[in-house]
């Protein structure tokens, strides 16, 4: 497309007329979006900054505002992890058969640090308050290690908002390292490193009550739900005070858990990957430099050596520590 033919488009969608006539503006005029089967989709819209460099390991922050139309038709980023989505076309099993039933590499969109994002499917956009819709929150599974919001075809949210009329958001976080890698002991910058896949998901429930009545939801009737390790973060949130308040019902479908891992173990992971890195506790800063494939490359060489699994695991390194 030219540079001429783009502006004009962009001046089509903001104008809520569109190329084909089903796009349209958001409530804003600043987001594009798509209809299909009389739902409304917005994918990749960002709830959090990117969290590379010096923002790894920390706390998530705010996104920069936008201007202009920014668009939401495609997925963002995933978090870097080192799990395999498809089956490398080899037709092995058993992940012949995995591939087959449920059709990994659905969607599989770049792996990046700027991951923190939403996607929305609505049956109708603002609408009065009487109208304002139930919102369900999916929490995808991967075991807090790898996985994203639309890993299978059945993370498209469009059918359960139209069969269900309810609003579904799901979402990519960090997870693995990036997420859950206990550098506690290294001072206080780094207080909630241990945990911040799990801030991430507090961050998306905050974007959705101060958001979602935009997209026709109503954010005093927010269902979350998972399956896996998605159960498993379901009911992380249930006990963490600070997302008191951001949800209203909770399923867990599986992957219940009563307890994750001690914090003395997470700091042993942590202490494996720093002598893997050849890192010593003086040269922690090196983990924001470093490229995230080099980290996650890193916790395959620990996991062939089988000391944990690719990245981490719930079992070894996610603390969930409660905040």
């Known amino acids: 497309m030219s540079g001429t033919m783009r502006r004009d488009w962009l001046r089509g969608v903001a104008a809520g007329m569109g190329a084909s006539g089903t796009w349209r503006p958001a409530s804003a005029a600043t987001t594009a979006f798509y209809t299909a089967n009389g739902v409304h989709t917005f994918k990749g819209i960002p709830y959090g900054a990117p969290t590379g460099g010096a923002a790894r390991f920390q706390a998530p922050s705010k996104p920069k505002p936008w201007s202009g139309v920014r668009g939401s038709l495609s997925y963002g980023h995933i978090c870097p992890n080192s799990i395999p989505i498809a089956n490398g076309g080899d037709n092995t099993a058993p992940r012949d058969e995995d591939e087959f039933l449920l059709y990994r590499s659905h969607g599989y969109p770049g792996a990046g640090e700027d991951c923190l994002r939403v996607n929305v499917w609505t049956p109708r956009i603002n609408g009065s308050h009487a109208h304002k819709r139930p919102v369900m929150v999916w929490m995808h599974g991967g075991g807090f290690t790898g996985g994203f919001g639309n890993d299978l075809p059945a993370y498209d949210g469009g059918n359960l908002a139209r069969r269900g009329d309810v609003v579904v958001v799901t979402h990519n976080h960090r997870l693995n390292l990036f997420g ?82 001690m914090p003395e ?59």
């Open 180 to 261: 859950y890698l206990n550098l506690m002991e290294f001072g206080e910058r780094y207080a909630d490193s241990a945990n911040v896949g799990m801030l991430d998901l507090v961050a998306v429930l905050e974007w959705v009550r101060d958001n979602i009545a935009n997209f026709g939801g109503d954010p005093q009737s927010v269902t979350i739900f998972g399956q896996s390790g998605g159960g498993a973060k379901v009911g992380g949130l249930m006990a963490m005070p600070s997302a008191k308040g951001l949800f209203h019902r909770a399923v867990v479908q599986s992957g219940s858990s009563l307890r994750m891992a």
């Open 265 to 323: 173990d997470s700091a042993r992971f942590t202490a494996s990957l720093l002598r893997q890195l050849n890192l010593s506790n003086t040269q922690t800063e090196q983990l924001h430099t470093l490229p995230a494939a080099r980290l996650c490359a890193a916790a395959m060489a620990m996991k062939r050596g089988k000391s944990y699994r690719a990245c981490g695991s719930p079992s070894n390194i996610v603390t969930m520590a409660i905040k």
